[in-house]
């Protein structure tokens, strides 16, 4: 007897074959690195029709990461800046062997530099506070998920005078990225597979600025395969019935999100114009910190270097995470670009499309 899996699956294939959609290709773009593990790590894609293509998006956090950022990190790590002392640098582990234009952190903290990694921001504060002779940045990578802890670590620095502790946000909103992908016309969007811990901030209502000004469905999914799989169902449900909405198949998401996250973002950050890779410069895609919380902006009490953010013109990371190639199509991929030697930060963090490839998907 088939189960809730293998029905969904079967509708699926019902869908794709349908006179709505028959005949041509249809590609669904998940916004979450999470996703991309899982739909690689489970075999999703051979169970979906030829017809239906899922296509990675830029929700790997490190991977959307420009490369400017990592440039002015490794600058702070080597002490350019004339300190007395290198400072600490403080930071989640997958950017640490994020290459940039002088090598990465991890090439940098062989050669003395301080770097410490750490698994959240407030962590990094209690760092600054062990060591209160030295300056300790802290690297703010990451989507609305983890910019709620770096606002709490902000706020606990100014709490408890820990003045030696500042941020190097470089925090990235979700929908603005959305926006521009479908803005550029460069990648065949038909729907998104909607970030299931971006969502647990955001609320699953936030996705209906895309279904109303580019009518592409937008369903919020979690991460284990049955739930992807019905997500892929429902935006296909809505593409035969011509009618797309926002919605949510995770349970763990509601209709308007986490209002104190909100209102703790709301209170440290302010929108900004952000750089991201391969998108470039995107308007208030940003956060930045408040004005009342200067004294904790590495940017300002450092003043680092604008920094050339061009990659290397042979990597296709920037094509990879706008959905424009897979990861195979490059030709470093698996040759000179590995997880043990990348070229690219898709190749870098454990959610990055081409790691994902590498690991689970290279017979394909």
């Known amino acids: 007897m088939a189960g809730p899996f293998d029905s969904l699956c079967e509708k699926i294939h019902e869908y794709c074959g349908s006179p709505a959609l028959a005949g041509r290709g249809v590609q669904i773009m998940e916004v979450c690195g999470t996703h991309t593990v899982a739909i690689a790590q489970s075999g999703l894609r051979g169970l979906l029709p030829e017809a239906l293509r899922l296509i990675s998006g830029p929700g790997c956090p490190v991977c959307v990461t420009d490369r400017s950022y990592v440039d002015q990190a490794l600058w702070l790590a080597s002490g350019e800046d004339s300190t007395a ?170 209709h308007d999100g986490n209002a104190r996250a909100l209102k703790l973002l709301d ?23 408040r004005e009342e919380f200067a004294e904790f902006d590495a940017a300002r009490r450092f003043n680092p270097p604008a920094e050339d953010s061009s990659d290397d013109p042979r990597c296709l990371c920037g094509e990879v995470i706008t959905g424009r190639a897979r990861p195979r199509q490059c030709a470093l991929f698996g040759r000179e670009c590995t997880p043990r030697e990348p070229v690219g930060p898709c190749m870098v963090s454990s959610e990055g499309a081409c790691a994902t490839a590498y690991k689970y998907e290279r017979d394909e």
Request: aromatic content about 6%; hydrophobic content about 50%; overall charge negative.
């Open 85 to 254: 002392e290198l400072p600490i640098i403080a930071t989640y582990g997958d950017m640490v062997r994020v290459p940039g234009s002088r090598g990465s952190l991890a090439q940098a903290r062989a050669g003395g530099a301080q770097v410490a990694v750490v698994s959240s921001a407030d962590q990094a504060v209690t760092l600054a506070k062990a060591n209160p002779d030295r300056q300790v940045v802290f690297l703010a990578v990451g989507f609305e998920t983890t910019a709620p802890g770096t606002a709490l670590a902000v706020l606990r620095a100014r709490d408890e005078g820990v003045s030696n502790f500042s941020a190097l946000t470089a925090h990235k909103l979700i929908l603005p990225a959305m926006r521009a992908l479908l803005s550029g016309g460069e990648a065949k969007i038909d729907g998104f597979l909607c970030p299931g811990h971006v969502s647990v901030i955001l609320g699953w209502a936030a996705y209906d600025e895309i279904v109303r000004d580019f009518g592409r469905p937008c369903v919020v999914a979690g991460f284990d395969p049955g739930n992807i799989v019905k997500g892929v169902e429902a935006i296909l449900a809505q593409l035969v019935a011509g009618r797309p909405a926002a919605c949510s198949v995770y349970p763990a998401v509601a």
């Open 267 to 289: 209170e440290v950050f302010e929108p900004a114009d952000a750089t991201w890779r391969a998108l470039g410069v995107i308007p208030s895609s940003g956060l930045a910190l």
